[in-house]
Nanobody, 126 residues
Framework: QVQLVESGGGLVQAGGSLRLSCAASGRGFSSYTMGWFRQSPGKEREFVAV????????RYADSVAGRFTISRDNAKNTVYLRMNSLKPEDTADYYCAADITYINNLDGGVDAYDYWGQGTQVTVSS
C-alpha cells in the first residue's frame, strides 16, 4: 500500500507561481514512475507531467510545457511540480499518482497509475 499526500496548492494571481509537493509512504518510491494530473469541475482528469524513477526522463502536456517543471527527491520520497506563469485555465484540483509497475513509464494515462493522492486545489485568478 502506498499513500500519497499532496500539498502546496492555493490561490495565486495570473502570472504567479506555486510549487506542489507529493510525499509518498513506503520503501519503493525510488522505483516508481510518478505523475501529476489535474481535474476541473465537469471535466475529465487530464495528464500534466510525468517523471521516471531517477528523474532523468520527463514528459509534459502541451498546455504546460515550458511553464511547469516536475522533479523528484528519492531521498525524501517526494515529487514536486513547479508551476510558473500560471493562467486562469490552470485552475483545477491537482493529483499526484504512482505507477509502481514500471520505473519509467512516460506514456501511461490515468489507468496506468496504481495509487492516487487526495488532491490539492489550485486557483488562478485573472
Amino acid at each position: 500500500q502506498v499513500q500519497l499526500v499532496e500539498s502546496g496548492g492555493g490561490l495565486v494571481q495570473a502570472g504567479g507561481s506555486l510549487r506542489l509537493s507529493c510525499a509518498a509512504s513506503g520503501r519503493g518510491f525510488s522505483s516508481y514512475t510518478m505523475g501529476w494530473f489535474r481535474q476541473s469541475p465537469g471535466k475529465e482528469r487530464e495528464f500534466v507531467a510525468v517523471i521516471g524513477w531517477n528523474g532523468a526522463n520527463t514528459r509534459y502536456a502541451d498546455s504546460v510545457a515550458g511553464r511547469f517543471t516536475i522533479s523528484r527527491d528519492n531521498a525524501k520520497n517526494t515529487v514536486y511540480l513547479r508551476m510558473n506563469s500560471l493562467k486562469p485555465e490552470d485552475t483545477a484540483d491537482y493529483y499526484c499518482a504512482a505507477d509502481i509497475t514500471y520505473i519509467n513509464n512516460l506514456d501511461g494515462g490515468v489507468d496506468a497509475y496504481d495509487y492516487w493522492g487526495q488532491g490539492t486545489q489550485v486557483t488562478v485568478s485573472s
